[in-house]
């Protein structure tokens, strides 16, 4: 039997400071809040479908390289929006030659995808 296996982004944004809220706990309490601030959500749906998903920045040995690192080099707040957050992936994304594109601000999927548009017609 072959089995589909799902290899998924989920933790980076744990991790490595994605969510608004980062950004706001930083804004509102500078980099010390920022640190208190859980940085280190989801396979209901994988499983959902019958899939079976790897989580791979939450693998223990990546979670526990992020651990080992400071935070601002992992995430710097004090960047602009679509710069500073996830900057560990930003900075790898541009040395794998990804360009502009590491420099996108993070959309929820539902968003970016444009697939929150589409009404299921009767």
């Given amino acids: 039997m ?65 651990n080992g690192l400071h935070v601002l080099e992992k995430a710097d707040l004090s960047l602009p929006r679509g710069v500073g957050e996830k900057l560990l992936l930003r900075l790898a994304a541009v040395e794998l030659g990804l360009g502009l594109s590491a420099l996108l601000p993070k959309r929820a999927m539902q968003f970016g995808s444009r697939i929150s548009k589409f009404r299921e017609q009767p």
């Fill in 2 to 66: 072959c089995r589909l296996v799902v290899l998924t982004g989920i933790g980076a944004d744990e991790q490595l400071a994605g969510y608004s809220r980062h950004r706001v706990r930083f804004k509102n309490s500078g980099l010390e809040g920022l640190i208190k601030e859980n940085l280190g959500r989801d396979d209901r749906i994988i499983g959902d479908h019958g899939k079976e998903a790897r989580f791979s920045y939450l693998d223990e040995d990546v979670v526990s390289f992020f």
